[in-house]
């Protein structure tokens, strides 16, 4: 029979089999030769078939576990590769991805306390302590605050919403052209109006227009700003976004699934001012927080906001056993299985403390600033603007649209470069999200060298 993860002879069995694991990382990863692998959809699909052969075969195959990690390892984009920077995917610590794998030989599950005693008291903690860094500055009691667990920032904002409608009702979102698919999405899931959406002609929220908006609109309203933009990285006037709601009576919800991270950092925390006026707040922890997915949370100024996830089954939270003390979890998540994901989170905190994770955002935000004033300074490229957080939007001087989109993926295609694309200000341009601390300013100067060396002239 096959053997368990956990139980007294967990460890011993995981041992060896960690070992092939690791072996398999590494030999998958020397195949490649780059960030990603080379050949396009066509031959990495044709690879990976071939590696795979029958997915689910009569007799099992002992080798499994080393071919199919290898031919992953292979087939993979590696956001720890310096030259890997399209997304807001970031490389996850050692440390997170260790603790990641504990998380799954223990297996609790937060849906109720007899499967997760010490995971959900995890949990409360630490998703407490989360809350305390984003509404700490407020002013009020430290305990008013609370954050949900969630599988990133798209389940974050559909909560948002979610929490906006319970409290008061058929909400109407206002959110900028620069705002997330996700909440436009989540709108459509709850049966909510279309929203409206204001101009962001530099990219940010229009203030101005969103007082119009206000003023113009019947309630209840949502605005949704954004503290980092997937496009390029801005953070909408948080500031005088939150007076305008606060005047007009409208609720905020601010999505930091990217900029959040500057939270842990002393140098880039004054940014985010204006975020602890937001009744929600949307956290993504596997981007600026070097977490293995998912690390999502959803912090809330005011806890009781949360009453209306409360759900009742029997099987898991009893009144009496509630009443008895056992804690009550269903009402932290629409999901009933969850895995502890807090737990790399609680061992990442921990282990980096607040100026380790701190001194990683700086660098991250350092080196997209050095890498704007290359491009800035190169004749034959275009920058876009200096980076507020750590993207970088750039093509090629005089390049054609068509030009930048071909660039792009012909480095896809040979396994060189993973370069994003946005289209700001009607133009295509290259993105590069810089989330590896490890890149160098020499990584950057290839990177460039590259693209360059792909431009035709
Ligand atoms: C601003 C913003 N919000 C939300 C999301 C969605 O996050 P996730 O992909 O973790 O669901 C993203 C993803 O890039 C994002 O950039």
Redesign the pocket.
Known sequence: MSPLASGPQGPTTLRPLLTTVLDALTAGAATRDGPLPAGGPTEVAARLREALGDPFPEHGDEDALRTLVQALAAGAADPADPLCTAH?HCPPLAVATAADLAASVLNPSLDSWDQAPAASELEALVTRALAAEVYGETGQARSAGDALVTT????S?QLALLLARERHGHTQLVCAANA?H?LRRATWLLGLPEPVTVPAPAGTMDPAALGEALTALPGPLLVAA?A???DAGLIDPLPDIAALCETHGARLHI?A??GGGLLFSDRHRPKLDGLARAHTV?L?L?KLGWQPIAA?LLAVRDRHDLAPLGHHADYLNADDDTEAGLPDLLGRSLRTTRRPDILKIAVTLKTLGRTGLGALVDRVCERAAEFAELIHRHPRFELHDRPTISTVLFRPADATDDTVAAVRRTLLTEGRAVLGRARLDDRLWLKATLLNPHTGADDLAALLKLVEGHTPR
């Open positions: 807001l990133g920032g798209t389940e904002n997330h996700s954004t980092g933009t997937t999505d699934a990217y949307t993504d596997h999502g």
